[in-house]
C-alpha cells in the first residue's frame, strides 16, 4: 500500500511541473518570466516595487 501511494505522488508532482512549465512558455515578453508564473500585471507591479 505504501509503495502504491508513493507512485500516486509522484505521478501529481511531475503533473504540476508540466503546468507551470506551460505558463511560462505561454506568457513570456518584456517583463520575461516573472509575467509567466505570475500571469497577473497587479503581483508583476508588486513584484517590481519591492
Known sequence: MKKKRRKKKEKKKKKKKEKKKKK?????????????WMSTTITTRVYYQH
Do not use: A, L, N, P
Not at 511560462?24 to 509567466?36: A, H, I, V
Open 24 to 36: 511560462k512558455g505561454r506568457k513570456t515578453g518584456r517583463r520575461g518570466w516573472k509575467e509567466g
